[in-house]
């Protein structure tokens, strides 16, 4: 059954995203979530016009919808085991191996993150929305490294606070192919979806791509390959993917945006974290050690004769 909405927003108002006012306004009945995938699928109006999430509601603003609820979704917990580097009656850090999806979505019902953490834990955040408990923030599927993970609303919206300005610090370590010139560097890119390539990333000049900001720095040379540690500033999707691509340097194992093959190891880490404790405001600093399948990467990136060896061996 289809649930027909119609509002005006009142005269006293301070303007803000649609889709958080909406998910304000149907708190309980809608997430915000959902409203964005309708937004997707143009079934809300914003003054009789299609809306995005990012559009501004002002005051007197007319607001149509057309959503369909979705069948009571719950998740049971499983017996999957988690590597926890922290944890307190607000928060977990937790380390995602490579190949694990973070959340449920199609063709992902079982396995993934969450619900190992439900199985670990009664109590998560509610933010995100009820396929999503306790997720601050995400890393792909083929990416391995540090997560946060909220376990009340409060600790939830003061991690995400600090994500949103940019007080936190991600640093991951990644192998590309390519001898990287300079010992460090800055790209500041913006990015968008692919025109051409559904569910890939872009660098783009469009109107509606999103500043992205990368800083790389070199820890090792090999014969054909790099180690860097990237930071992140912002944390679009694809982000360190994209900006490497777009320097030449595509990361070693990735069959989207590198010369990767299905099965290869993904040579991308979420090594570091760096922020303040939710509840106490406490400086927090978590590391993660390469994992054991991405260093035999490196072992035989490292090994790998280059030119210069064959020069020698045909003197």
């Not at 017996?79 to 380390?95: G, H, N, R, Y």
């Not at 900001?213 to 994209?242: C, M």
């Amino acid at each position: 059954m289809s649930f027909l909405f119609k509002h005006e927003v009142p005269l006293i108002y301070v303007p803000k995203r649609i889709d958080a006012y909406l998910a304000q306004v149907l708190d309980g009945q809608f997430s915000r979530e959902e409203i964005k995938i309708a937004m997707g699928e143009n079934k809300i109006l914003l003054n009789g016009k299609t809306a995005r999430p990012r559009d501004a509601v002002n005051q007197g603003d007319r607001i149509e919808a057309n959503l369909i609820p979705k069948a009571p979704f719950e998740i049971k917990g499983e017996s999957i085991p988690l590597k926890i580097l922290f944890e307190d009656a607000s928060m977990l850090v937790v380390e995602k191996p490579a190949g694990m999806v973070v959340h449920p979505g199609a063709g992902n019902k079982k396995g993934t993150l969450v619900h190992a953490l439900v199985g670990h834990s009664a109590n998560l955040s509610s933010v995100g929305g009820k396929e999503r408990p306790g997720i601050v923030h995400r890393l792909d599927k083929d990416t391995s490294g540090i997560l946060l993970v909220a376990k009340n609303n409060l600790a939830h919206r003061q991690l995400q606070a600090q994500f949103m300005s940019r007080s936190l610090s991600k640093t991951y370590t990644t192998l590309v192919k390519g001898r990287v010139e300079f010992e460090e560097g800055r790209i500041l890119e913006p990015i968008f979806h692919d025109p051409k390539i559904r569910g890939k990333m872009a660098v783009s000049h469009n109107e509606k791509a999103r500043e992205a900001e990368s800083y790389y720095k070199v820890l090792k040379r090999f014969p054909y390959t790099t180690l860097l540690a990237v930071r992140i500033v912002t944390g679009r999707t694809h982000q360190i993917r994209v900006h490497m691509t777009r320097l030449g340097y595509p990361v070693v194992g990735d069959v989207i945006y590198g010369s990767g093959k299905p099965g290869d190891r993904l040579c991308l880490h979420a090594s570091k974290i760096e922020f303040s404790h939710p509840k106490s405001g406490k400086l927090m600093q978590f590391e993660s050690a390469i994992p054991e399948d991405m260093m035999e990467v490196i072992r035989q990136a490292e090994h790998e004769k280059g030119p210069h060896d064959s020069k020698r061996q045909r003197s």
